[in-house]
């Protein structure tokens, strides 16, 4: 096998001949002589042509190749069980992988299917109506199923990706992201995925329970295996057994961290990112990006970047081209923004949350204990909620903006641009309402990101507060070597809301280490 590159004019699509008569070249045989020809990776390059490069293996007559196929699901419906809290990225990757081995998930979701969730999130925009249970984070799929659907981490640390990206394709993504170096799927068609994964689950023996929002988890020494704990887990008074937990509930269960608490169970305060959504005219992002050259065939253009200013990391998250922004609240007397985009990534505008790195001890003194940066983010999310209300807000979630020069000028806007956040949006000093050292690292980043980006620092972007929602403020604090929660063996915190993971794949990864290590 010999692996090379290879680039084509972006909008000419690339060739079987093409690419077979490439990979002749490289190997030094005649095209009919090549075997296997595989793209394992394309990418935009728009340095100076747009072209698009392939990064292409390709194998010789009768060279063996072995393509990728994940294990196949086996019948569990006779199998013990293990109990599967949150139906999120690692929940549904950790259920799937309990298949694998032969164990049967009972995975209990707090919110509901992905369907009906779609019902709760238009009252959620429309209306400001929010359901504690079913909304942009909680419900079937978890905060992913109704995002971008981006799939950038690409880090072999976790795990193996392959898992997670052909799983996506067996079960409705299209094959395009095997091999895109910035994949996604899209809000319009992340849904289908997630209930053909809960379809295969269920076929397959295992459960799912929705509306089982958990209240409490009992473990029990099990008299007839010494050693063995046995729980039980309670939503409300339904009750659930198994020797064995994996616990993915997401980012926002602050409930779960409260119940932690009162149990005496060890957690502990960790690094998240706080700061604002930033959206500009996607015309002007794919001027930017394509140097003048955008052209309609061209993918929409996305960014990304990553400054740091007093020693703090300021970075983009979550970038949606062409897409909106949407109210991520879970709890009322909130205003959180997030952001999705199809799969065609088609809207007028591109968004991106521009965020700082906040470390424990970065909060004010009166914020204490495993909880301080939890409520030190609950108080900001509170604040925006406030000035809006404030000052004639005429949707219960209208979001505090600003121009993005006004903000680093220290002005408010006299008036805003229009803005894809149905809730809208109300001019505020948004210098002021953020914690001071986040807004001085955003006022000194924003021109420092025109040097790369030009035109990126203008007043035609609007900042919308508040991008809290980026990672857990608290970890569950586990064993390195079992991942088993440090007091409670047999208990598995996984994923971003045991503050080891951050996005679908990654999420997605530590669930199927979970599943694997049980």
């Not at 799929?141 to 072999?156: H, I, M, N, V, Y």
């Not at 470390?359 to 495993?370: I, K, L, S, T, V």
Request: aromatic share 8%; net charge neutral.
């Amino acid at each position: 096998m010999k692996e090379f590159e290879l680039a084509k004019k972006i909008g000419k699509d690339l060739t079987e001949a093409e690419l077979r008569e490439a990979a002749g070249k490289a190997l030094g045989v005649r095209p009919e002589k090549v075997g296997h020809v595989v793209v394992v990776r394309r990418s935009v390059d728009a340095r100076q042509e747009i072209l698009y490069r392939y990064r292409v293996q390709a194998y010789r007559e009768n060279e063996p190749y072995e393509p990728y196929k994940p294990s196949p699901c086996q019948d569990v419906h006779d199998a013990p069980a293990v109990i599967v809290v949150g139906a999120g990225p690692a929940g549904m990757f950790a259920a799937l992988k309990l298949l694998q081995r032969g164990l049967r998930p009972i995975v209990l979701e707090r919110g509901k299917d992905v369907e009906r969730r779609k019902v709760d999130m238009a009252k959620l925009s429309t209306e400001g109506v929010i359901d504690p249970d079913s909304n942009y984070c909680y419900g079937e799929g978890g905060a992913g199923a109704f995002s971008d659907g981006k799939l950038f981490t690409r880090s072999s640390k976790r795990g193996d990706i392959r898992e997670v990206l052909h799983q996506l394709v067996a079960f409705g993504a299209h094959p395009d992201i095997l091999i895109d170096a910035h994949p996604h799927i899209g809000t319009d068609k992340l849904p289908e995925v997630v209930k053909n994964i809960r379809r295969c689950i269920e076929e397959h023996g295992g459960e799912y329970h929705f509306g089982a929002r958990v209240t409490d988890i009992r473990p029990e020494d099990a008299r007839s295996e010494p050693g063995m704990t046995r729980f039980t887990v309670c939503c409300g008074e339904t009750e659930y057994h198994a020797s064995k937990v994996i616990l993915a509930t997401g980012h926002s269960a602050r409930d779960i961290y409260e119940l932690f608490q009162a149990k005496g169970w060890a957690l502990e305060a960790k690094g998240f990112a706080l700061g604002v959504r930033v959206e500009h005219p996607q015309w002007l992002m794919n001027q930017i990006r394509y140097h003048g050259k955008y052209q309609p065939f061209m993918p929409t253009a996305e960014y990304s970047f990553v400054q740091q200013v007093e020693g703090r990391g300021v970075f983009s998250f979550c970038m949606c081209p062409g897409g909106i922004l949407v109210p991520s609240s879970t709890e009322d007397g909130t205003v959180v923004l997030n952001g999705m985009s199809n799969a065609a990534r088609n809207s007028k505008w591109a968004n991106a949350g521009v965020v700082v790195q906040i470390e424990p001890g970065d909060q004010p003194e009166q914020y204490e204990g495993p909880f301080a940066l939890m409520d030190f983010q609950q108080d900001i999310e509170r604040s925006m909620f406030r000035y809006a209300q404030e000052h004639g807000a005429r949707h219960p979630l209208t979001a505090p903006a600003q121009r993005m020069k006004d903000f680093c000028r220290g002005l408010v806007s006299a008036d805003l641009p229009k803005t894809s956040y149905h809730p809208g949006a109300l001019s505020a000093p948004l210098h002021e309402l953020l914690p001071e050292h986040v807004a001085m690292r955003l006022r000194r980043a924003f021109p420092q990101v025109d040097r790369q980006m030009h035109g990126y620092y203008t007043n035609d972007a609007l900042l919308l507060g508040v991008e809290s929602r980026t990672s857990s403020p608290v970890r569950l604090p586990r064993n390195p070597e079992t991942l088993e929660h440090v007091d409670v063996p047999g208990l598995y915190p996984c994923g971003e809301g045991a503050g080891y993971a951050g996005g679908i794949v990654s999420s997605a990864l530590d669930g199927i280490n979970c599943a694997s290590m049980i």
